[in-house]
């Protein structure tokens, strides 16, 4: 099973920017789809991001326009740019990758499609 680490969590005021980081143990980027996964105090854990082995993204509506999610395989680091934050965006966001699939074929917003975790990293966006 991959082992993730993710970084770059932190306090920002509204309307801030931050980047997140996530290192893979191996080269991932082949054969899962990854993605970025938050969990808000009291609310079920929903994807926001995602990229698939054929590059095809996803976005949530909440987020769309403002997270960018991207990859460098010779790293195997995933990263989600997140510009424009709000304080609805605070949240403990998670590395997440699901083996052997692909966005078309999975529900990228549902956790129970992804089977490997990191501990997370925590955002805190202030009004």
């Known amino acids: 099973q991959v082992q993730l680490v993710e970084s770059g969590g932190g306090a920002v005021q509204a309307g801030g920017s931050l980047k997140l980081s996530c290192t893979a143990s191996t080269n991932v980027f082949a054969k899962y789809s990854m993605a970025w996964v938050r969990q808000a105090p009291g609310k079920e854990r929903d994807g926001v991001a995602a990229?698939?082995?054929?590059?095809?993204?996803y976005y949530a509506d909440a987020v769309t326009g403002r997270f960018t999610i991207s990859r460098d395989s010779s790293k195997n680091t995933l990263y989600l740019e997140m510009n424009s934050l709000k304080p609805e965006d605070t949240a403990m966001y998670y590395c997440?990758?699901?083996?052997?699939?692909?966005?078309?074929?999975?529900?990228?917003?549902?956790?129970?499609?992804?089977?490997?975790w990191g501990q997370g990293t925590q955002v805190t966006v202030s009004s």
């Open positions: 997440a990758a699901a083996w052997g699939r692909s966005i078309a074929t999975m529900s990228p917003t549902s956790a129970d499609e992804y089977n490997s």
């Open positions: 990229i698939d082995r054929f590059f095809t993204t």
